[in-house]
T-cell receptor, first 114, second 116 residues
């Protein structure tokens, strides 16, 4: 089974802090994704990556950056955390566009910025 | 414009009854795939079922089936014989063949509550 692991289940940070959310997958997937989930808004794509050091902006990249130094690890960075970034963050991975392949998700990180 | 629309924020169903969760989609790509995920209160996203745009038959997986009406651009999830453990948030999602890197577009979700 594919395993996607997010390093923290719950995180509380202060406004202005630099925050790192880590995600590791063990299936040698090329594609990795960061989504943000908010009530009533569903899942919105922040950034995604198709290879080491490659990244693409999603729909809501403002205030975020990402890092992919190794194939199995995809980090989401909040450069200066703000209260409107309080949310559930979901990491996912998939093989290179296999058409019917679902995304495999981690268990999520619930981030609170105070 | 929303690529995936789920018009039911919440649905209630009695145990052992069937329930239909609505999903409509918007794409001009002739080739696409539709996915449904379940998210229990624990937060994990569980993949349930997939339907390809060229599939002739509706997809089924156990108690889950997908009522795919291509001309109407709808892909409703049908859960038969509901169980208390089916209470969760359900998300419909779409991948367009021409989309970048196989990203999925998600709807806003439907919260299903199954009561005894």
């Amino acid at each position: 089974d594919v395993k996607v692991t997010q390093s923290s289940r719950y995180l509380v940070k202060r406004t202005g802090e630099k925050v790192f959310l880590e995600c590791v997958q063990d299936m040698d997937h090329e594609n990795m994704f960061w989504y943000r989930q908010d009530p009533g808004l569903g899942l919105r794509l922040i950034y995604f990556s198709y290879d080491v050091k490659m990244k693409e902006k999603g729909d809501i990249p403002e205030g975020y950056s990402v890092s992919r130094e190794k194939k199995e690890r995809f980090s989401l960075i909040l450069e200066s955390a703000s209260t409107n970034q309080t949310s559930m963050y979901l990491c996912a991975s998939s093989p290179p566009t296999v058409y019917n392949s679902p995304l495999h998700f981690g268990n999520g990180t619930r981030l609170t910025v105070t | 414009a929303q690529k995936i629309t789920q018009t039911q924020p919440g649905m209630f169903v009695q145990e052992k009854e069937a329930v239909t969760l609505d999903c409509t989609y918007d794409t001009s790509d002739p080739s696409y795939g539709l996915f449904w995920y379940k998210q229990p209160s624990s937060g994990e996203m569980i993949f349930l079922i997939y339907q390809g745009s060229y599939d002739q038959q509706n997809a089924t997986e156990g108690r889950y089936s997908l009522n795919f009406q291509k001309a109407r651009k709808s892909a409703n999830l049908v859960i038969s014989a509901s169980q208390l453990g089916d209470s969760a948030m359900y998300f419909c999602a779409m991948r367009e063949e021409g989309s970048t890197l196989g990203r999925l577009y998600f709807g806003r979700g439907t919260q299903l509550t199954v009561w005894p």
